[in-house]
C-alpha cells in the first residue's frame, strides 16, 4: 500500500522567513516517483518538482529547495525567504509502479505567509 | 491558453439532478485524469483514460459516476441522482505520455461541485 503523510495542516509565518514542508512516504516498491504541487486559491494544481527514487541529490530552484532522503522515507521542501505570493496548499505526491502508478496525494499543508 | 481548462468552474445542484463536467486537455496530451478534492484533502483518483480508451476507473466512488473521452481529446465526467457527499472540487490533469508512466501531470482550475 502506498501512503503519503504531511503531518502539518497549516503553517504560518511571517515574510523573509524560511519555512519547511514536510513529506513522508511508505511504499514497499524499490522504483517510485515523487512529486510536490502548489495549489493557490485559485484551485489548479502548480507542478513544481519531479523526483524518482534513484535519484537522492537534492536539488535548488531560486527560493525553493527539495531534500530527498531515503533513509527516513522524507521528500521535504524549504522556501527560503517566503513571500506573500507563496501562501498556498502544498501537496506532496507519490508516484510507484504497485499503485499502478496512479498517485497518491497527501493531505496538504496550507502555507501563509504574513507581510 | 495553453492549458487544462474546465467548464464549468462553479456548478450548483439540487439533490437528485444530473450533472456534466467538462475537460480540455493540453493538446496532443494522450492520458487524462480525473480526481475529486473534498475539502481539506488530497485530490483522490477518479478514473484516467488513454487516448480514448478507460483503463482504470476504479476510484469511481458508484456507478452514478461515469467518464468518457470519445475522440481521446475532451473528456466529460457526469454524475447521476447526485447526493450531498458528492460536493467536492472535481479536478482534471492530462499529461503527454501514456497512462502508466510517471509523467508529469498537469492539472486544470477544478469545478467546484455543490449539492444542496
Known amino acids: 500500500a502506498q501512503k503519503v503523510t504531511q503531518a502539518q495542516t497549516e503553517i504560518s509565518v511571517v515574510e523573509k522567513e524560511d519555512v519547511t514542508l514536510d513529506c513522508v512516504y511508505e511504499?514497499?516498491?524499490?522504483?517510485?516517483?515523487l512529486f510536490w504541487y502548489k495549489q493557490p486559491p485559485s484551485g489548479e494544481l502548480v507542478f513544481l518538482i519531479r523526483?524518482?527514487?534513484?535519484?537522492?541529490q537534492n536539488e535548488i530552484s531560486g527560493r525553493y529547495s527539495w531534500n530527498f532522503q531515503k533513509s527516513t522515507s522524507s521528500f521535504n521542501f524549504t522556501i527560503t525567504a517566503s513571500q506573500v505570493v507563496d501562501s498556498a496548499v502544498y501537496f506532496c505526491?507519490?508516484?510507484?509502479?504497485?499503485?499502478?502508478?496512479?498517485?497518491?496525494f497527501g493531505r496538504g499543508t496550507s502555507l501563509i505567509v504574513h507581510p | 491558453g495553453a492549458g487544462v481548462s474546465q467548464s464549468p468552474r462553479y456548478k450548483v445542484a439540487k439533490r437528485g439532478q444530473d450533472v456534466a463536467l467538462r475537460c480540455d486537455p493540453i493538446?496532443?496530451?494522450?492520458?487524462l485524469f480525473w480526481y475529486q478534492q473534498a475539502l481539506g484533502q488530497g485530490p483522490e483518483f477518479l478514473t484516467y483514460?488513454?487516448?480514448?480508451?478507460?483503463?482504470?476507473k476504479s476510484g469511481l466512488p458508484s456507478d452514478r459516476f461515469f467518464a468518457e473521452r470519445p475522440e481521446g481529446s475532451v473528456s466529460t465526467l457526469k454524475i447521476q441522482r447526485t447526493q450531498q457527499e458528492d460536493s467536492a472540487v472535481y479536478l482534471c490533469?492530462?499529461?503527454?505520455?501514456?497512462?502508466?508512466?510517471?509523467?508529469?501531470?498537469?492539472f486544470g482550475p477544478g469545478t467546484r461541485l455543490t449539492v444542496l
Open positions: 490533469a492530462s499529461s503527454l505520455e501514456e497512462a502508466g508512466t510517471t509523467d508529469t501531470q498537469y
Open positions: 493538446s496532443g496530451h494522450v492520458s
Open positions: 483514460f488513454q487516448n480514448e480508451a478507460q483503463l482504470d
Open positions: 511504499t514497499r516498491d524499490t522504483t517510485y516517483y
Open positions: 523526483r524518482n527514487s534513484f535519484d537522492e
Open positions: 505526491a507519490l508516484f510507484s509502479s504497485g499503485g499502478s502508478y496512479i498517485p497518491t
